[in-house]
């Protein structure tokens, strides 16, 4: 079967270092550009960070970048969202997410959500003191 899931999500405390998990099966994950977008509650779906496929380059929302990484690990058709330095307001639910080669479909960084078509389900994070 088709899918992603990811893992890790946890409830932390603000400071705190977490990783997230995402893996596929069914697909070859190396064929795609790798995005991970986040949903805080009332508020839209939010793509934080992406690695292309090939030369994998990364791109990063201004809110996580220098504090999060997105790594990918083709061989073991897997990819990760390294968060360090977590703030309450990262909390919500972490979706990993595939788009064909390239991070964008529109000319932004990472986006829009709805080209990319292959979705987890998600995986809540919670950094609260």
């Known amino acids: 079967q088709v899918q992603l899931v990811e893992s890790g999500g946890d409830l932390v405390k603000p400071g705190d270092s977490l990783t997230l998990s995402c893996a596929a099966s069914?697909?070859?994950?190396?064929?795609?550009?790798v995005a991970w977008f986040r949903q805080a509650p009332g508020n839209e779906r939010e793509g934080i960070a992406c690695i292309t496929q090939g030369e994998q380059k990364t791109s990063y929302s201004d809110s996580v970048k220098g504090r999060f990484t997105v790594r990918r690990n083709n061989a073991k058709n897997s990819a990760f969202l390294l968060m360090h330095s977590l703030k309450t307001e990262d909390t919500g639910v972490y979706y990993c997410?595939?788009?064909?080669?390239?991070?964008?479909?529109?000319?932004?960084?990472?986006?829009?959500?709805?080209?990319?078509?292959?979705w987890g389900q998600g995986t809540q994070v919670i950094v609260s003191a």
């Open positions: 997410a595939t788009l064909a080669y390239s991070c964008s479909a529109d000319g932004s960084q990472i986006g829009p959500a709805s080209a990319f078509y292959r």
């Open positions: 069914g697909f070859t994950m190396d064929y795609y550009a």
